[in-house]
């Protein structure tokens, strides 16, 4: 389908059509899933080049009703449906009043215990700056599109592959894997809070919006 890939020390390159590059080593590695197109797309491409144990974290919390939790168990045993691979492991957690130092704290126990030493995180940038939403622009500085990022930081634990691509490239990834038809329909972008049911899109938030933007659908 496009994907090449190449041996660099110890780690798998792989290397997609428009660019895009992810490394992989030969140990356990872990990831934050929280169930969106870009974390599940991250999964998939972990599960199908890497047969090392994968430990799969996710944090809900009360204000989103905990979605979280219940759509990243159908991303999982979707990518096993498509991969073949079951050397995963959920690890599932909660907190009350979600901050971003709670989406790394418990991950981060278990790189200091020596259960792994990579972590993937799934972020991308933001639509151009002359892109409008009805719901506003994004907040993440770490998702400025107009500011180049390092994809491997603190200390080399931390990848983010995605964290210079936005949607649009995404969506060409999923296209180019063949994942429209199977993964994408599993995932679940939207960030509106307490009213919606776990599996839809209210297709008004800034999430649902960029979902739109990128993937000219839902």
């Not at 090392?52 to 979280?68: D, G, P, Q, W």
């Not at 991950?107 to 972020?123: C, D, G, L, R, S």
């Not at 002359?130 to 180049?148: A, M």
């Amino acid at each position: 389908m496009g994907v090449h890939f190449y041996k660099w020390k110890t780690m798998k390159i792989l290397k997609f059509n428009n660019n895009t590059t992810v490394q992989i080593p030969e140990e356990e590695i872990g990831i934050s899933c929280s169930g969106g197109a870009d974390s599940s797309l991250l999964l998939y491409i972990l599960m199908k080049y890497h047969k090392e144990k994968i430990h799969v974290f996710t944090l809900s919390n009360n204000i989103k009703r905990r979605a979280n939790a219940i759509i990243v168990p159908n991303v999982i045993e979707k990518c096993i449906q498509l991969t073949g691979n079951f050397n995963v492991i959920h690890h599932s957690w909660y907190s009350e009043d979600q901050t971003k130092e709670d989406l790394f704290n418990y991950p981060y126990q278990f790189i200091e215990n020596k259960h792994f030493k990579y972590y993937y995180y799934a972020v991308t940038a933001n639509p151009p700056a002359d892109t409008v939403f009805q719901s506003g622009i994004g907040e993440h500085e770490l998702r400025n599109p107009s500011v180049i990022k390092d994809e491997v930081t603190h200390n080399g634990y931390l990848f983010t592959p995605f964290v210079n691509k936005d949607k649009k490239v995404i969506a060409s990834i999923y296209k180019e894997l063949d994942l429209m038809d199977n993964l994408f329909p599993v995932t679940r972008s939207c960030e509106l809070k307490g009213k919606l049911e776990y599996y839809g899109h209210c297709g008004k938030c800034w999430w649902c919006e960029e979902r739109q933007w990128g993937f000219d659908q839902l």
